[in-house]
């Protein structure tokens, strides 16, 4: 079965991630699920943006300067739903105001905005109907133990508003991820989520979660992920090493295959490529077929749908 590909924040390679036109190029494009991160503002509302901070992608300096904390970031959840609708969402920069990605959109261009996850949700059920495409969802609860210390718990208003995509009883189209594996064992038993978990792995000093994912990644640790989720989504670092000045397995997908996890890596960018690789295509191939995973996030969908049209063309000729 070809692999799924998520388009990761949309079609981000192209245009300004998690903006609504991203989403539609996304889907436009060929994707088989558009991904959602998930932050709460301040009055509540779940808004789709990367980061608890927006300052990166945002004018939020501009629009409400002395608005930031101690550490000079300016948080989503300081600001109500409707001074975030006033912003102008931008592609992505670093905090020096250069970007992420120099060959991307110009910065500090267009008009698009961000928007909330049942706008999003709403999106993507007016898509399916228009092409007749069966696209998923794929959101993630972004620091829900942060968020919870904020006075928010995020997950039970995340799962309440799946319950709203058109595609919401068919598992297949529904995908739940998270970086914090207390969090994911709460979905599954405490929330009783009827959708597939996907456990993200992260490095350890991305502090992403209090989640130790050097100990997740070994037999025992993705054999306490299974009992509880339906897959992993590893970083792409964690799938290979270089031997020989060639990619070598290093056993994750083969043992998460084993304990009856699917394997979404992230995130494939045919501009920002990892160690050991020249081109997506062979990015791709490789992971296609040599570890034979299961998904995929990626920036550039197309391309991407692109090369898993012609490697089952190559396999069934």
Not at 75 to 84: M, N, S
Not at 271 to 298: H, Q, R, W
């Amino acid at each position: 079965m070809r692999p799924v590909v998520i388009a990761h924040r949309g079609a981000s390679g192209y245009l300004p991630e998690h903006t609504r036109p991203a989403k539609v190029l996304a889907h436009i494009m060929g994707a088989d699920f558009l991904e959602q991160d998930i932050v709460a503002t301040r009055d509540d509302e779940l808004i789709v943006a990367h980061d608890i901070y927006i300052d990166t992608v945002t004018d939020v300096a501009d629009k409400f300067p002395g608005r930031q904390r101690e550490d000079g970031r300016f948080y989503a959840r300081d600001f109500d739903l409707e001074e975030i609708r006033s912003l102008r969402a931008w592609e992505r920069m670093r905090l020096d105001g250069t970007a992420v990605y120099p060959g991307r959109y110009p910065l500090r261009t267009g008009h698009y905005s961000l928007q909330t996850f049942r706008e999003e949700l709403q999106l993507a059920n007016r898509l399916n109907a228009a092409t007749g495409r069966r696209v998923g969802i794929y959101p993630e609860i972004k620091h829900p133990a942060w968020h919870l210390e904020e006075g928010i718990d995020m997950s039970p208003l995340v799962l309440e508003q799946i319950h709203e995509f058109n595609g919401a009883t068919e598992r297949d189209l529904v995908y739940v991820q998270c970086f914090d594996d207390a969090e994911v064992r709460r979905i599954r038993s405490e929330l009783a989520c009827p959708w597939p978990l996907v456990q993200l792995i992260g490095k350890n000093e991305w502090h992403e979660a209090a989640t130790d994912y050097d100990a997740m990644r070994q037999r025992d640790g993705l054999t306490r992920v299974a009992e509880v989720a339906d897959g992993i989504g590893p970083n792409l670092d964690h799938l290979y090493t270089i031997s020989g000045g060639e990619p070598v397995s290093t056993g994750l997908v083969e043992t998460a295959h084993e304990l009856g996890l699917v394997v979404h890596p992230y995130t494939y960018r045919a501009d920002d490529l990892p160690a050991g690789f020249d081109s997506l295509e062979a990015l791709v191939d490789f992971c296609v077929s040599t570890l034979s995973i299961d998904g995929l996030f990626t920036d550039f969908p197309d391309q991407v749908v692109a090369m898993l049209e012609q490697y089952d063309n190559n396999h069934n000729a």
